[in-house]
Structures are given as C-alpha cells and as structure tokens.
C-alpha cells in the first residue's frame, strides 16, 4: 500500500526567505502522480504544483519548486521569496496514473510566515 | 465561475439526528468526492462518484450515503447522526480518471455532533 509522510509537523519562516517542506513516499508502482496541495485559514484546498512520475525536470510556479527525487521517492517543496499569505497547512498527496480515487495524503505540515 | 460550492458551511447536530451536505460544483465534471479531514488523520475518502446515478465507497463509508442524481450535484448524508461523525467535510471534483485532472476542493463545513 502507498504512504505519503510528511515529517515536519510545524514550520516558520521569515518573510522573504526560502523555506524547503519535506515529502516522502513509499509505492511500487512506476506511474504515478505527485501534488501539493495549499489549504489556507480559510480551510479551502487549493493546489500548489503537480509533478508527472515520469518527468525528471521538476516542475515549478513561479515561486514554487519542488525536487523530485524518484529513486529516494522524496518531494520536497520550495517556497521562495515567502509571503505572509503563503501561511497555510501544506500536504503532500500521491496518486496512482489512471486511479483518482486513490489520492493518498500526508497529513500535512503547518507552515508560519512571519513578518 | 462559482467552482464547487457546499452548503451549510457550519452545522451543529445532536446525536441521533439527520442531515444532508449538499455538494455543488458548475463544471462539468465527472468525478465527484468526499472527504473528511480530522486533526492528525489527514484527509480520509468517504465516497465517491464516477458519474451521474454512480456511487462507490471510500475509506471510511460507514454512518454516510450519498446520491449523484444530477451530474452537478453530490449528497452526504448522515442517517442518525453520531459524536464520531464530528469533522470538517471536504467536497471536490475532477473532470476525470487521471492525474492530469487534478482535484477541485470546495471550502470545507464543519460539523459538530453533541
């Protein structure tokens, strides 16, 4: 069965710097997909950034990153240049190509930018 | 472009009583979802839908059903209500099977069961 582990519970940032959150996966499968996913305050979900198994450039929106390292199945998110509204709980999500039901999730990391 | 809108956003219950979330999303999508989320436990799949008049079950389904009578809309309901059930419930949609199509989420309702 797929795990997703996020091991970093809480973060904190200062404003304008980088923060790096850490993901780590555990599957078999070789085809699958990765995601971020934001959830701010306002407790709605709002995707992050996306990352295709079988791409090996990382994907990136605008301040976002993420290194993907399939072989150590870790994906880990940059944020840089952090703004106050980046605040947020931040989970990692995995998904089997061609299976959506089957997001599984981390249970996240709480992630404070401070002024 | 409302997105997925789920109404009540806030309810309180107490035990042995009856509600229905209703789940609406304007964009044409297929799939249909929804979550709980509880402190500590992540987000965890109750039911879910493929179609419209589809239903299939989740991780955690017992206490829910649900109905997919029109494609735009998807019902939670809870037949006699328990303190267990307490819990934000998270809609989403995706137009389809794949990865590509990735989850539209709506805000959250949170309910409490006394």
């Known amino acids: 069965a797929q795990t997703v582990t996020q091991s970093q519970p809480e973060m904190s940032v200062q404003e304008a710097e980088t923060v790096t959150l850490s993901c780590t996966y555990d599957?078999?499968?070789?085809?699958?997909?990765l995601f971020w996913y934001k959830q701010p305050p306002s407790r709605q979900m709002i995707l992050v950034i996306r990352?295709?198994?079988?791409k090996q450039q990382n994907a990136t929106e605008n301040r976002f990153s993420v290194n993907f390292q399939k072989a150590a199945k870790s994906f880990s998110l940059k944020i840089s240049d952090s703004q106050l509204g980046d605040t947020a709980m931040y989970f990692c999500?995995?998904?089997?190509?061609?299976?959506?039901?089957?997001?599984?999730w981390g249970l996240g990391t709480s992630l404070a930018v401070n002024p | 472009n409302a997105g997925v809108t789920q109404t009540p956003k806030f309810r309180v219950l107490k035990t042995g009583q009856s509600m229905t979330l209703l789940c609406a999303q304007d964009?044409?999508?297929?799939?249909m979802y929804w979550y709980r989320q509880d402190p500590g436990m992540g987000l965890r799949l109750i039911h879910y839908?493929?179609?419209?008049?589809?239903?299939a079950k989740g991780e955690v389904p017992d206490g829910y059903n649900v109905s997919r009578l029109k494609k735009q809309n998807f019902l939670l309901g809870l037949e006699s209500a328990a303190p267990s059930q307490t819990s934000v419930y998270f809609c989403?949609?995706?137009?389809?099977?794949?990865?590509?199509?990735?989850?539209?989420f709506g805000a959250g309702s949170r309910l409490t069961v006394l």
């Open positions: 999500a995995f998904m089997r190509a061609g299976n959506n039901r089957k997001l599984i």
């Open positions: 839908s493929v179609g419209e008049g589809t239903t």
């Open positions: 964009m044409n999508h297929e799939y």
């Open positions: 990352q295709e198994a079988y």
């Open positions: 599957t078999s499968e070789n085809n699958y997909y």
């Open positions: 989403a949609s995706s137009f389809g099977n794949s990865g590509a199509n990735v989850l539209t």
